[in-house]
């Protein structure tokens, strides 16, 4: 696609339930990233993949955070027994190989309540 | 890189004139990029310019420019004859493996 797609744009759920928010990267980008963002904070990195192999996930907070990406394009972050602190936006980012800057989409604002 | 520090949360600047935002990095590779990306209300995430390690040169777009010191790790961004538009969070992003990004500068534009 022309840019960086997440969706859904604006999730609400209740503690305890499970959500998957999804990214479509920009076509032919080999690198995906997602970060957390809390208002008025900087993105903070949660895991990366080249291509379909997830490359780095230090940045996930707990094993309730997990993400794929199984055919190399789009990417499933999930997080299961959603807390309130939960609550922020999560933004994916696309690039091409390394020395890239990376693209990001619009990111999805996420509320627990 | 493994740490990001911008050290001004916030700065204001007169409209037209210049300014500098500091960013310093901790990386242990030496072959890696930088980058200054703006974050308006809107909270898009835009490039506004990026350097390779390996150039000595700074780079430079339009009013904006870069003063990076490899041996120091440190990656300014300075923004001259500053205008309204440029009024946003600023971050400052390393990527050697991953983009890690800094904390952020919030830049007000004074009329």
């Known amino acids: 696609g022309a840019g960086v797609s997440q969706s859904p744009r604006y999730k609400v759920t209740k503690r305890g339930q499970d959500v998957a928010l999804r990214c479509d990267p920009i076509s032919g980008h080999v690198s995906l990233y997602w970060y957390r963002q809390a208002l008025g904070q900087g993105p903070e990195f949660l895991t990366y993949?080249?291509?379909?192999?997830?490359?780095?996930k230090s940045g996930l907070p707990n094993d309730r955070f997990s993400a794929e990406r199984p055919e190399g394009s789009i990417s499933t972050l999930t997080i299961q027994r959603t807390e309130q602190r939960d609550s922020a936006m999560y933004r994916c980012a696309s690039s091409q190989w390394s020395g890239t800057e990376a693209f990001f989409g619009q990111g999805t604002r996420l509320t627990v309540v | 890189a493994q740490t990001v520090t911008q050290s001004q949360p916030e700065m204001s600047v007169q409209e037209a004139e210049t300014v500098t935002l500091s960013c310093t990095y901790d990386?242990?590779?030496?072959?890696?990029?930088l980058f200054w990306y703006k974050q308006p209300p809107s909270r898009q995430m835009i490039l506004v310019i990026r350097q390779e390690a390996y150039k000595q040169q700074n780079a430079t777009e339009n009013r904006f420019s870069v003063n990076f010191q490899k041996a120091a790790k440190s990656f300014s961004l300075k923004i001259s004859d500053s205008q309204l538009g440029d009024a946003a969070m600023y971050f400052c992003?390393?990527?050697?493996?991953?983009?890690?990004f800094g904390k952020g500068t919030r830049l007000h534009i004074l009329p």
């Open positions: 992003a390393p990527r050697d493996d991953k983009i890690i």
């Open positions: 990386t242990s590779e030496s072959d890696y990029y």
């Open positions: 993949f080249n291509y379909e192999a997830q490359q780095d």
